[in-house]
Nanobody, 117 residues
Framework: QVQLVESGGGLVQPGGSLRLSCAVSGSLFSPNIMGWYRQAPGQQRELVAT???????DYADSVKGRFTISRDNEKNTVTLQMDSLSPEDTAVYYC???????????WGQGTQVTVSS
């Protein structure tokens, strides 16, 4: 099994920044992919950014140029640096892990990000 614990959410003003972190533990296998997803009230969960073991990344068009995903393979952590935040970024942000070994993916409990003045 795999456990994920997110941290770093909160309230920020428009134009501000937040940094989300996710610590992953348990039976981990490489290669794997870790990522951030978000779900706003009344909306479906959507991809924000993903990163592969060797660093390949993918971003939603809505966050390109504003968000940066990174990972530390030694510490098994994935981080999402969010800059130039807007109210449209308000959502619960979830960390996800998946690899070639486990048949299912694993999710964190989510952390709330609220962008408001």
């Amino acid at each position: 099994q795999v456990q994920l614990v997110e941290s770093g959410g909160g309230l920020v003003q428009p134009g501000g920044s937040l940094r989300l972190s996710c610590a992953v533990s348990g039976s981990l296998f490489s290669p794997n992919i870790m990522g951030w997803y978000r779900q706003a009230p009344g909306q479906q969960r959507e991809l924000v950014a993903t990163i592969w073991t060797r660093g390949g990344t993918d971003y939603a068009d809505s966050v390109k140029g504003r968000f940066t995903i990174s990972r530390d393979n030694e510490k098994n952590t994935v981080t999402l640096q969010m800059d130039s935040l807007s109210p449209e970024d308000t959502a619960v942000y979830y960390c996800k892990y998946s690899d070639w070994y486990h048949p299912s993916e694993f999710w964190g409990q989510g952390t709330q990000v609220t962008v408001s003045s």
